[in-house]
C-alpha cells in the first residue's frame, strides 16, 4: 500500500530541465509558460503528485503529465477538452505533437500554444461556481501549495473524499500545513437535521493525520512540493518568463524542511453571498458547536477582497 508522497523523481526533473533548455518546440515549456503560481491571477495552477503533476483550471485537471517506462514525458487531457463539443467520458495523451481521438482513432496534430488555448478555453467553460470559487482563494494566497489533494487508502477507508486546499500558515518560528475545503453558503452538505455531510470528509482527514508517522509523510511530502516549486520557477526564468517568485514560506520550508509542521485539523472557508437564510445559518452555527464533537474551525468571506485563509477566530466549546 502506498503512503501519501510528492515528488519527481530524478530522471523525470532531469528530462523536463532538458525540455526546456533545448532549443526545440515542446507542450512541456508550453505548459509551463501558461503556468501561475498560487497569488498571480489567471493561469494554470500545477499540483505536484507521486512522480506525476496536473495542471489545474479551475479545478479541473487540463493536464496530468506523467513518464512512460521509459521515462518519456506525456500529458493527458480529457476528451472533452481536447475535441469540441466532445461527450465521451475517456482521456486523451499527447505524446510527442500527437493526440488520438479515444472513439475514432483518427490521430491529431498539436499545434502548438494554439492547441492548449483551445483545451484551456474548453475547460473554462465546463468550470462550476464552487471551482471558480477555489480559483479566487488562489489567486488571493501565495501560500497555497496544492489543490484537490486525496489521501491514500488507510485502516478501512479505501479511499478519502479530496481536500480542495493546502496552504502553509506561519505559527511563530515554525510553518504550518493546514487543510481547507472550500464551500458556497448554499452547500446542501453542510446543513442537515442530523450530522451534515462535510463533517464525515472533515473527519477522514483528521483520522489520516492523528497518525503520527501520516503526519511525517505528509511533512515530509509538501516539503518535496516547497523544494520542487522552486525548481519549477527556475525552468519557467530559463524560459524567460516573467513568473511570480514563491511565497517566503515556501522558499523557507524548501531550505528548511524541519520547521513544517501539520495541522492535524481542516477547515472550513465558506463563500456568503449574503443570501443565506436565517435556519441556514443556524446550521451552520451547529458546525461551529460542540454538537457534533470538537468545534469545526470555520472561516467566512463575503467578497473577492476578503479572501484571505488565515486562523478562524476562536470558538467557545
Keep these: 500500500m502506498y503512503g501519501f508522497g510528492r515528488y519527481l523523481e530524478d530522471g523525470a526533473q532531469h528530462t ?3 525540455i526546456i533548455d533545448s532549443p526545440a518546440e515542446h507542450w512541456w515549456k508550453d505548459f509551463l509558460t501558461r503556468w501561475q503560481p498560487s497569488g498571480s491571477e489567471n493561469g494554470l495552477r500545477l499540483a505536484l ?22 521515462g518519456v514525458p506525456y500529458v493527458e487531457t480529457h476528451a472533452k477538452y481536447a ?24 490521430a491529431h496534430s498539436y499545434e502548438g500554444m494554439s492547441t492548449l488555448i483551445q483545451w484551456v478555453e474548453r475547460a473554462a467553460g465546463k468550470a462550476g461556481e464552487e471551482k471558480r470559487f477555489v ?54 452538505r453542510l446543513v442537515a437535521r442530523g450530522r451534515p455531510e462535510v463533517l464525515t470528509q472533515l473527519e477522514d482527514y483528521k ?32 524560459l524567460g518568463l516573467s513568473v511570480r517568485a514563491p511565497d517566503p514560506m515556501v522558499i523557507e520550508v524548501a531550505r528548511d524542511p524541519a520547521i513544517l509542521d501539520i495541522d492535524p ?13 436565517g435556519a441556514r445559518r443556524l446550521h451552520l452555527e451547529r458546525l461551529r458547536s460542540t454538537e457534533f464533537g470538537a468545534p469545526v474551525p470555520i472561516v467566512m468571506v463575503q467578497s473577492d477582497a476578503a479572501i484571505k485563509l488565515c486562523q478562524p477566530e476562536a470558538v467557545d466549546g
Design 16 to 18: 523536463l530541465a532538458a
Design 135 to 188: 480559483e479566487r482563494v488562489v489567486a488571493k494566497n501565495a501560500s497555497v501549495i496544492d489543490l484537490e489533494m486525496a489521501l491514500p487508502a488507510f485502516d478501512d477507508r479505501r479511499r478519502a473524499p479530496r481536500i480542495d486546499l493546502v496552504a502553509l500558515e506561519q505559527c511563530a518560528d515554525r510553518i504550518k500545513v493546514v487543510f481547507w475545503e472550500a464551500k458556497l453558503v448554499k452547500d446542501s
Design 83 to 106: 475535441f469540441d463539443k466532445e461527450q465521451l467520458a475517456k482521456y486523451v495523451r499527447l505524446s510527442g505533437n500527437r493526440f488520438v481521438h479515444p472513439g475514432t482513432g483518427v
Design 265 to 277: 485539523v481542516p477547515r472550513l472557508l465558506i463563500l456568503d453571498d449574503g443570501s443565506t437564510s
Design 49 to 70: 503528485r507521486r512522480n506525476y503533476m496536473n495542471f489545474y483550471l479551475c479545478g479541473q485537471s487540463v493536464g496530468r503529465v506523467g513518464f512512460d517506462h521509459g
Design 207 to 238: 483520522q489520516y493525520m492523528a497518525d503520527s508517522q501520516r503526519r511525517k509523510q505528509v511533512a515530509d511530502a509538501y516539503a518535496n512540493t516547497c523544494a520542487q516549486t522552486l525548481r519549477f520557477h527556475d525552468m519557467a526564468q530559463r
